[in-house]
């Protein structure tokens, strides 16, 4: 029986991973999670949703820690989870510091890599920061390359990856999106009357400081102005975001929540009607779903959305954040209306058959 050991360590890597491990059983392997607690309490809660209790688990959160500490704690963490558990293949997820360490470590003992969400691209360096560089640096240690869509396909190719290693098997957040939709209804979101709801979140690292307090203060000035809007913000943990999301105190149209697990968090998202983020897996949700969104970067690695209309980009400054949304929330907005149509672009919901179909030696 094949072994695979899932590195996971953050709450989108769960999203992303989990809906492949029955798939990886239907196909007679053994899938083996390592979580390393990159997100700690965030990762737990969405472990819990998909009902999964990870064989290996240690904890690589400390607030504060600068990213090399970080790094030296995955390596260190998933190495010693890898000699321990003796798969025959490990596998990773887009772009975070588990996902390099768990590539690194993986090469570091002679095993192929299979790289989940690869070929991602900004083609700057630096934005998103550090993910941009960990997923480039993956590349070259991969044996499987998973890619979501032709174009991110491309993207490897170019950098000089063999095509009989690049595999186009659509992004496995729509497959989580879908279990999401299959799920007993959960208790409704206290949703004033009449009011269109929008859902804000802002957590990137290269956002911290001056530009994560304008957004805030964009979405605080995008209710005032519009008297039928109420916001949700799902508030990450992290200080630097509370801090700047102080500027949000004292609107009663905007409601503060925690950050919910996965398949509420996906009962919330249905119910809005726009999007303000600068997340990159929202990216894909709100895309299949048909929610207009404006994406509060200067570039992003999911163009696909742009392209199919869903996405629009508005940088970081305050005033082009509100003039984006005074555009969609204008009464019978022709922009409003033209974004607001569901793409499969990023995928059908099949991709984990795929991807374990393609592991167990099946030609896809």
């Known amino acids: 029986m094949k072994r695979i050991l899932i590195a996971i360590g953050t709450r989108p890597e769960a999203i ?18 390592c979580a390393t607690g990159q997100h ?59 996902a390099f360490a768990g590539a690194l470590a993986a ?11 690869a070929g991602l691209r900004t083609h700057q360096i630096k934005s998103p920061f550090p993910e941009e560089m960990q997923r480039r640096l993956i590349t070259p240690l991969a044996a499987y390359h998973f890619a979501p869509t032709a174009f991110a396909k491309q993207n490897i190719l170019r950098e000089g990856i063999d095509e009989s290693r690049i595999y186009v098997v659509g992004n496995t957040v ?20 009449r009011l269109f709801p929008i859902l804000f979140t802002a957590h990137r690292r290269e956002n911290f400081g ?9 979405l ?12 949700f913000c799902p508030l990450h943990a992290n200080p630097k975001v509370r801090e700047a999301a102080r500027v949000l105190e004292g609107c009663d149209r905007i409601r503060v929540i925690d950050p919910p697990g996965p398949v509420r968090f996906h009962a919330l998202l249905s ?35 742009i392209r199919a209309g869903c996405l629009m980009l ?34 059908d919901g099949k991709a984990s058959v795929r991807i374990a179909g393609i592991l167990s030696g099946q030609k896809p």
Not at 177 to 192: C, G, I, R
Not at 220 to 231: D, P, S
């Open 174 to 193: 729509i497959d989580a999106l879908k279990f999401s939709q299959n799920q007993p209804a959960t208790p409704e979101w206290d949703l004033p009357p």
């Open 314 to 347: 508005s940088g970081t400054h305050e005033e082009g954040i509100v003039a984006a949304a005074t555009a969609l929330l204008r009464p019978n907005s022709e922009l409003y209306e033209q974004m607001s149509h569901p793409s499969d672009v990023f995928g």
């Open 220 to 231: 605080r000035r995008i209710v005032e102005k519009h008297e039928n809007v109420f916001a």
């Open 40 to 98: 700690a309490e965030l990762l737990e809660e969405a472990l819990k949703d998909y009902g999964v209790e990870p064989q290996f688990r240690f904890c690589a959160m400390e607030p504060g820690q600068p990213l090399t500490k970080l790094f030296a704690k995955l390596v260190r963490g998933l190495g010693d989870a890898i000699r321990s558990a003796a798969p025959d293949c490990v596998m990773v997820q887009g772009d975070t510091a588990t």
């Open 16 to 33: 992303k991973l989990c809906p492949i491990l029955p798939a990886l059983r239907e196909k007679g392997m053994e899938p083996i999670v």
């Open 210 to 218: 001056k530009p994560m307090v304008e957004m805030f203060r964009a």
């Open 107 to 117: 090469f570091y003992e002679n095993l192929p890599v299979a790289h989940v969400e």
């Open 271 to 305: 119910r809005c009607k726009l999007v303000l983020t600068d997340s990159g897996g929202i990216q894909e949700e709100v895309t299949s779903l048909g929610i207009p969104t404006i994406v509060m970067r200067y570039s992003t690695e999911r163009t696909e959305g």
